[in-house]
């Protein structure tokens, strides 16, 4: 079955400590996007990518990094830098242009210890 | 940036009745669309309107857009208990713009 695969599906992190979150496609989708979710403020974006090897900063990309290197992956780092990552973190695929619909995965939550 | 906002925040309605929720932005658009998520789990794409639409209709789901006022409503009609999640609408801009999401409408189906 096609879909977009998150893991894992919990993760801690100490302080000072970077963390990758995995984003799989096999939608053949050409753009992937990471949002994050905290409590009451819905989603706001990180980072996307509509091609390969090419991605853009979202509102909130201070203390993140993303890497597009195969069309299926889109991994997250979550870096020492990022001051407050406790937070609910999903990915989504989609086709390019306009009018269509995001598939996302099941999300990953992150928790600072 | 938040484009679209929900309203209201939260809905407590019974089975059977319908549900209504509003969604308002302030830019242009290509699109509208709507969105559902159950608790802990990721956004489900339920319908998307065109900026050239004013209504659409997806089993128990209608939605209806007016640009003009740069608002859109989503109806479940016979709402089910399994209708309880959080619901949300994006807007889709210009080129290749991604999503941006409003804070959703928490709605509660009692049985």
């Known amino acids: 079955d096609g879909g977009i695969t998150q893991s894992p599906k919990y993760l801690f992190r100490k302080e000072g400590q970077n963390v990758t979150l995995s984003c799989e496609q096999n939608?053949?989708?050409?753009?992937m996007y990471w949002y994050r979710q905290d409590p009451g403020q819905g989603l706001r974006l990180i980072y996307y990518?509509?091609?390969?090897?090419?991605?853009q900063k979202g509102d909130i990309a201070e203390g993140y990094s993303v890497s597009r290197e195969k069309k299926e992956s889109f991994p997250l780092t979550v870096t020492s830098a990022q001051k407050n990552p406790t937070a609910f973190y999903l990915c989504?695929?989609?086709?390019?242009?306009?009018?269509?619909?995001?598939?996302f995965g099941s999300g990953t939550r992150l928790t600072v210890v | 940036s938040q484009q679209g906002e929900e309203d209201p925040q939260a809905l407590s309605i019974q089975e059977g009745e319908n549900a209504t929720m509003n969604c308002s932005y302030k830019t242009s658009i290509n699109n509208l669309q709507w969105y559902r998520q159950n608790s802990g789990r990721g956004l489900v794409h339920l319908i998307l309107i065109r900026s050239n639409e004013r209504e659409k209709h997806s089993g128990r789901l209608r939605v209806t857009l007016d640009t003009s006022k740069k608002s859109s409503s989503l109806l479940i009609t016979a709402s089910r208990a399994a209708d309880t999640a959080s619901y949300f609408c994006?807007?889709?801009?210009?080129?290749?713009?991604?999503?941006?999401f409003g804070k959703g409408t928490r709605l509660s189906v009692i049985a």
């Open positions: 989504a695929s989609s086709g390019t242009g306009h009018n269509y619909g995001y598939t």
């Open positions: 990518s509509q091609i390969v090897n090419d991605f």
């Open positions: 939608l053949n989708h050409d753009a």
């Open positions: 994006a807007t889709g801009g210009s080129g290749n713009t991604p999503l941006v």
